[in-house]
């Protein structure tokens, strides 16, 4: 009888017990909004699973879990590790789209300097420019005067990045939508006197400058297009990767 009784007590208390801790913890849950798991260490080229508690899209990885980065391993493929990328077509619709006519970039041109009799140490700049895409080609055309700073850098380095991007500031106010576009590619300099410079000057579009006067003022950056990533803010609201990426 009497064990009977502590079967009981265990039968009844048990049950009891374990429905309370797991109320507790699903109320938490649903107050916080913070799944009650500990998030843990995760590598940077981790794929969520389809059982990967639920949040807000505009919260990062990193928040949550701590994240070993480098110079390759980045947010940025993270995140388009994890949301939904569209096809190479879309993606470079939307470059043509960001860019319609002769659009204002900031270029980065990078070089080495030597500093000592065993040391250099990489120059980096930046620049803006104005580049028209040949959408056909996936090439960038600018006309750049003759000596400057970065024509004399990519002269000693060709590989050059450069961004497009438009977006809310905190002046002109407006609607917050972020668009950019970083391109990464070799530049070719196309001098006075190379038979493309006026085929290739009739691409840019010259404005103010008469072609006469272009060609003792200008040389010509083509640049061929390696890779372009491209970013939207408003994917975002529909689960795509705010980050897509376009290659060669
Ligand atoms: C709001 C916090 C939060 C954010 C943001 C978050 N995680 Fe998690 N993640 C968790 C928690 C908590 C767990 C543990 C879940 C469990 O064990 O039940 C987890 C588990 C995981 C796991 C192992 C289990 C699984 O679902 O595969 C991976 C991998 C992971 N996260 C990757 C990511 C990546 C990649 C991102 C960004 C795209 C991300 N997480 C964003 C909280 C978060």
Not at 17 to 45: K, M, R
Not at 125 to 142: G, H, M, Q, R, S
Request: glycine share 4%; aromatic share 10%.
């Amino acid at each position: 009888m009497k064990r009977c009784k502590i079967v009981l007590l265990f039968l009844t208390v048990i049950p009891f017990i374990f429905l309370t801790v797991a109320i507790t913890f699903s109320q938490q849950e649903q107050t916080t909004g913070v799944p009650v798991n500990p998030a843990g260490p995760i590598s940077p080229d981790a794929v969520m699973s389809s059982k990967h508690p639920p949040f807000a899209p505009q919260i990062t990885c990193a928040e949550c879990h701590e994240t070993k980065f480098d110079a390759i391993s980045t947010a940025t493929k993270q995140c388009m590790k994890n949301y939904k990328l569209l096809d190479k077509e879309t993606v470079w619709k939307y470059i043509v789209e960001l860019l319609p006519g002769r659009e204002r970039f900031v270029m980065a041109t990078i070089y080495e300097k030597r500093t000592g009799l065993f040391k250099k140490e990489a120059i980096p700049t930046t620049t803006t420019i104005d580049f028209v895409l040949n959408p056909e080609e996936k090439t960038l055309y600018a006309v750049c005067e003759k000596g400057t700073e970065k024509l004399e850098q990519i002269k000693l380095n060709p590989v050059v990045c450069a961004s497009r991007y438009e977006g809310w500031t905190v002046a002109q106010k407006g609607k917050q939508v972020w668009k950019s576009v970083q391109v990464r590619g070799k530049a070719e300099i196309i001098k006075a006197q190379d038979p493309r410079f006026h085929e290739a000057l009739q691409k840019y579009q010259l404005v103010r400058t008469k072609p006469e006067q272009a060609q003792k003022r200008f040389h010509i950056l083509k640049v061929s297009i390696d890779q372009a990533i491209y970013f939207n803010s408003d994917f975002l609201k529909e689960g795509i990767s705010i980050y897509q990426l376009w290659e060669k």
